[in-house]
């Protein structure tokens, strides 16, 4: 079945420790997105890609680093520069056509910094 | 800035109530509109979308939205809420006309429904 997969599903990081969260899609998609989900905040936009090689910060970058080197994968490094970093976070992906179609979501991988 | 707007945060309905989940949005261009639903455990679902064309529309599970542009607003309906109906629901918005492939999402409401 296609479908995007994020693992891990959980993750706890030290404080001060980077961490990367990984996002594979087999859709043969060309834009992926990562997203932050809070209670009551929504999903606010970290980092998307449109094509390979190529990506552009959303409207909470600060913190995170991403790479495109594949069309298939988009992974995330949540850095220790992110303030905050316990959060829910969602990867997706959409045809070039996104505001068309919309976007496919991953399960989403629950990081908890301790 | 563009933003979108859910008013509604905690919604607790019984079963077979009316549902009415408000959307709005501030921009004022061509504008696609999405409803997504994330069910307790799940991963989010597109409920339905608007693009052009009729401005309401049907999507899954019985659920309908109105695109009323003269208000901004997406509103997303259901005539008979049932208890599998709970769950998180996000507007979203993509607001520039397609040029990137952004979606803004709400904040999203909280949906409880009571059997």
């Known amino acids: 079945d296609g479908g995007i997969t994020q693992s891990p599903k959980y993750l706890f990081r030290k404080e001060g420790q980077n961490v990367t969260l990984s996002c594979e899609q087999n859709l043969n998609h060309d834009a992926m997105y990562w997203y932050r989900q809070d209670p009551g905040q929504g999903l606010r936009l970290i980092y998307y890609s449109q094509i390979v090689n190529d990506f552009q910060k959303g409207d909470i970058a600060e913190g995170y680093s991403v790479s495109r080197e594949k069309k298939e994968s988009f992974p995330l490094t949540v850095t220790s520069a992110q303030k905050n970093p316990t959060a829910f976070y969602l990867c997706?992906?959409?045809?070039?056509?996104?505001?068309?179609?919309?976007?496919?979501f991953g399960s989403g991988t629950r990081l908890t910094v301790v | 800035a563009q933003s979108v707007s859910q008013h509604n945060h905690h919604v607790i309905l019984s079963e077979a109530a009316s549902l009415e989940l408000g959307c709005n949005y501030s921009?004022?261009?061509?504008?696609?509109l999405f409803w997504y639903v994330q069910y307790p455990g799940q991963h989010l679902q597109l409920l339905l979308k608007?693009?052009?064309?009729?401005?309401l529309v049907k999507g899954i599970k019985g659920f309908e939205a109105e695109f009323i542009k003269s208000k901004f607003s997406f509103n997303l309906r259901k005539p008979s809420v049932q208890w599998s109906d709970t769950a998180e629901y996000f507007c979203?918005?993509?607001?520039?006309?397609?040029?990137?492939?952004?979606?803004?999402f709400g904040t999203g409401t909280l949906l409880a429904v009571q059997p």
């Open positions: 979203a918005v993509n607001a520039d006309g397609g040029a990137t492939n952004k979606l803004i």
């Open positions: 608007y693009f052009s064309g009729d401005p």
């Open positions: 921009y004022g261009g061509t504008v696609n």
């Open positions: 997706a992906s959409s045809t070039y056509r996104a505001s068309n179609y919309g976007y496919t």
